[in-house]
């Protein structure tokens, strides 16, 4: 693999975050994939197949110029997430973890700069000649209810009472080509946003970026503090501001290195039927509904425009290894910015859809110091959507490894003294056990840590000392060297 490290600093856009991700032979070009299913199965078929997936960047879709391309899963391994992130090359998941932790230790937000142009700008179709079909938008999965031009998207507004811009994920579904009908939960700070503004009975301006950084990715589909700009959050993580440019309508900031962006307003009242769409917990699990519509204005896209996709589907997708890293990064640095100390990893698998099972392990320094990691975990802001289970491990319990997480559940906890309900938590339409109409779940933290007051005398492990293992493993190198890598 090509050394990254070598490379002169923060990428400077998608395109040439791609170009660092092929050199360290983690980019698969496929041309000639019809944009109708094919898009979507192949991806699953890939991400399905075995360990380690590249990125895939398909060209020549049939029916589309060449060079109007769609890139699937651009931050979705270790290295891609260290480059994105500007980490050091990790050795494995849990170091990229560590370092967004570390980082966040000495983070601070870098407000966006205001520019006056941008590769963005190359091309701008304005009222009738917005025609969002001339991007080859992807239709997933057999089920959906239409083509998804955002999925991988960042819906950009701003609060109007509190003065601040809000960048969230939420997928977007095509009904025509001007008309894009957006998708957010409730209780999600877009959504918030948009209510405000339809309170007073006013439209809601809105940007949809459909191609860009992954880092923005990064920051607009996981849950940032409310009040904080994604933008500022990646400028920190940069350590340079976002560049952004004034938007013709409504003077929004986009990305002026955004590939392709939608501007555009939602009116009170105006919806269109939206879904089904196949999603991350790995199942169609909303109904059609009626959301709001962004009626679009503007479109501008750069030359030969790259349109980001995540494909949701059963795990694993193509974003969900980086859900997975980026959340157990975030739960442990907010568990320890809310005072938890001795935590050892976290880890939210992709079983669980990066959300449903979170682990979390500590090296117990208190009694209550273990339910106090899981109800944090919990209920802190990258923890609470769509959570339902939380097991706190001790130390020598890898977090990542399924099998050692399951024997701890088995034999270091009690049922009726170390599982917890919490109730009427955050949850939302795509939560597979809610029935229509409901929006709140119940969560499960398992204690599977040893009982902190008698620790002590719990049973030892029943395993080789290392000292012994590494005397054996040095007198039986040549037999063990067929069973050790
Ligand atoms: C690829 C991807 C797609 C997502 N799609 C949606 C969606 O359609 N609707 C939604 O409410 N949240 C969606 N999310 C989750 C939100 O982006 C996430 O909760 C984010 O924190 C929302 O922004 P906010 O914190 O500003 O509300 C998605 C996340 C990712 C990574």
Redo the contacts with the bound molecule.
């Keep these: 693999m090509a050394n990254y490290n070598a490379y002169d600093g923060p990428h400077r856009d998608l395109r040439e975050l791609l170009e660092r991700a092929e050199a360290a032979d983690e980019l698969l070009r496929v041309d000639g994939v019809e944009w109708n299913l094919e898009m979507g199965t192949l991806t699953e078929l890939i991400h399905h197949a075995g360990p380690n997936p590249p990125a895939i960047l398909f060209d020549k879709v049939p029916g589309y110029p060449e060079g109007f391309r769609v890139v699937s899963g651009a931050g979705n391994s270790s290295k891609r997430l260290a480059l994105t992130l500007g980490f050091p090359v990790p050795r494995t998941p849990m170091d990229v973890v560590r370092a967004y932790r570390d980082r966040m230790k000495t983070h601070a937000p870098i407000s966006p700069e205001t520019v006056d142009d941008g590769p963005v700008l190359q091309n701008v179709d304005r009222d009738d000649e917005v025609d969002l079909l001339k991007f080859p938008v992807p239709f997933l999965h057999e089920r959906d209810g239409g083509r998804y031009i955002g ?2 998207d960042l819906v950009i507004m701003h609060d109007p009472e509190d003065d601040w811009v ?6 977007s579904m095509l009904h025509d080509r001007r008309t894009v009908g957006l ?3 409730p209780g ?4 918030q946003i948009r209510e405000k503004y339809f309170r007073e009975g006013k439209p809601c301006p809105v940007l949809i970026s459909c191609g860009h950084d992954p880092l923005l ?1 990064l920051g ?5 503090r409310f009040g904080l700009s ?1 933008f500022a959050w990646a400028g920190g993580h940069r350590g340079r501001p976002v560049r952004t440019i004034r938007s013709e309508r409504y003077g929004l900031p986009m990305p002026a290195d955004s590939e392709i962006v939608l501007e555009g307003a939602m009116h009170p009242g105006d919806t269109k039927a939206e879904g089904p769409f196949g999603e ?1 917990t790995g199942y169609y699990a909303s109904e059609v509904s009626d959301e709001p519509v962004v009626r679009v204005e503007r479109v501008y896209y750069r030359n030969d425009p790259i349109l980001t996709m ?1 494909s ?1 589907m059963r795990p694993p997708s193509d ?1 969900s290894f980086s ?1 997975c890293v980026m959340k157990s990064g975030m739960i442990w640095d907010e568990i320890e910015h809310a005072g938890l100390n001795d935590v050892q990893g976290v880890w939210c698998h992709e079983a669980g859809a990066a959300r449903l099972f979170n682990v979390v392990s500590i090296r117990q320094a208190y009694g209550g110091h273990a339910r106090q990691a899981a109800l944090l975990a919990a209920s802190c802001q990258s923890g609470s ?1 769509l959570g339902r289970y939380v097991v706190v491990v001790d130390e020598d319990i890898d977090p990542t490894d399924l099998f050692e997480v399951l024997w701890a559940i088995s034999t270091r906890s009690n049922p009726v003294d170390d599982i917890e309900i919490l109730r009427q938590t955050w949850s ?1 339409p795509l939560d597979p056990m809610l029935r229509p109409g409901e929006r709140m779940n119940s969560r499960a933290i398992i204690d599977a840590c040893r009982p902190f007051e008698w620790r002590d005398e719990f049973a030892p492990v029943a395993r080789a000392s290392p000292e012994l293992r590494d005397e054996v493993r040095e007198k039986y190198r040549a037999v063990l060297s067929r069973f050790e890598a």
Excluded: C, I, L
């Excluded at 607009?220 to 940032?224: A, I, P």
């Design positions: 999925t991988d809000n960048v969230g994920t939420y997928r998708w957010m939960s999600k700070q877009g959504r990715s607009g589909g996981n849950e940032v994604e991350f995540a949701p974003f859900k959507y939302g």
